[in-house]
């Protein structure tokens, strides 16, 4: 314990970057004692492919961003330092990580059937699970970050899905979301597209929405069919 204890000192003096480190192998530590070091470190790897998907997407789009952050059972996430000066671009930055996400989990679902292995499938089915869960389009989710080019207003369209999530299977996750929810719905409700702010925030053209609008819709689509597939898988 104690040279573990001078190992994570070590990682905290590189800053941003050891403080990422801490958090991942802390957030390993804790997977592996409950479900095995296999699946922690399949997870914890499909967290940072999610993550990394956000990083690059902002650095691409000239924000300044930190390295993401992990903690047990709520996940991780990367800082914007800056937030983005028109929706497309947090489309675009939200969107990245479900996409590389799920690119992530379908290589551990292949796996997983050509060797037979239950824990990739496992690992692959967490991923699929957790980005499409991530999807449900509510603010602060990537879901609702990605809608947001339609309108504030679909994000009362996510509300009632996460009542429902709640209600089939209670968890502290799922109050800290609907808690975090309730500024961007008062922003919703108080949405005015004539106001001149919210028109040079959310005015796109009609195409990227309906791209993103396709690509958001074909993804959450996927997602639901590969969750219900693998569930299956590792259920028989």
């Not at 573990?4 to 804790?30: H, Q």
């Not at 990580?97 to 496992?122: H, Q």
């Given at each position: 314990?104690?040279?573990?204890?001078?190992?994570?000192?070590?990682?905290?003096?590189?800053?941003?970057?050891?403080?990422?480190?801490?958090?991942?192998?802390?957030?390993?530590?804790?997977?592996?004692?409950?479900?095995?070091?296999?699946?922690?470190a399949g997870f914890i790897a499909l967290l940072f492919l999610h993550e990394a998907g956000?990083?690059?997407?902002?650095?691409?789009?000239?924000?300044?961003?930190?390295?993401?952050?992990?903690?047990?059972?709520?996940?991780?996430?990367?800082?914007?330092?800056?937030?983005?000066v028109d929706v497309e671009t947090e489309a675009y930055v939200a969107m990245a990580g479900?996409?590389?996400?799920?690119?992530?989990?379908?290589?551990?679902?292949?796996?997983?059937?050509?060797?037979?292995?239950?824990?990739?499938?496992?690992?692959?089915?967490?991923?699929?699970?957790?980005?499409?869960?991530?999807?449900?389009?509510?603010?602060?989710?990537?879901?609702?970050?990605?809608?947001?080019?339609?309108?504030?207003?679909?994000?009362?369209?996510?509300?009632?899905?996460?009542?429902?999530?709640?209600?089939?299977?209670?968890?502290?996750?799922?109050?800290?979301?609907?808690?975090?929810?309730?500024?961007?719905?008062?922003?919703?409700?108080?949405?005015?597209?004539?106001?001149?702010?919210?028109?040079?925030?959310?005015?796109v053209s009609v195409q990227k929405k309906l791209e993103y609008g396709a690509l958001y819709?074909?993804?959450?689509?996927?997602?639901?069919?590969?969750?219900?597939?693998?569930?299956?898988?590792?259920?028989?």
């Amino acid at each position: 314990m104690i040279k573990l204890a001078i190992g994570l000192f070590k990682f905290a003096k590189l800053g941003k970057i050891g403080i990422t480190l801490i958090s991942m192998i802390v957030s390993l530590a804790v997977y592996a004692m409950l479900f095995g070091w296999r699946y922690a470190a399949g997870f914890i790897a499909l967290l940072f492919l999610h993550e990394a998907g956000h990083y690059v997407a902002a650095q691409q789009r000239g924000l300044n961003v930190g390295p993401p952050t992990f903690i047990p059972f709520v996940g991780a996430w990367i800082e914007l330092k800056e937030q983005p000066v028109d929706v497309e671009t947090e489309a675009y930055v939200a969107m990245a990580g479900p996409l590389v996400g799920t690119l992530g989990a379908c290589v551990f679902y292949f796996i997983g059937c050509e060797t037979g292995d239950r824990t990739m499938l496992a690992i692959a089915y967490s991923g699929f699970f957790l980005n499409f869960f991530n999807l449900i389009p509510i603010s602060p989710l990537d879901g609702g970050r990605i809608t947001a080019i339609l309108s504030p207003r679909v994000w009362f369209a996510g509300l009632p899905i996460l009542v429902a999530a709640f209600v089939y299977r209670p968890s502290a996750l799922l109050v800290m979301i609907g808690v975090a929810a309730i500024p961007a719905l008062k922003q919703a409700w108080n949405y005015d597209a004539s106001d001149p702010e919210h028109a040079r925030y959310y005015g796109v053209s009609v195409q990227k929405k309906l791209e993103y609008g396709a690509l958001y819709l074909g993804l959450v689509a996927y997602l639901a069919i590969m969750t219900h597939e693998v569930h299956g898988m590792i259920g028989e």
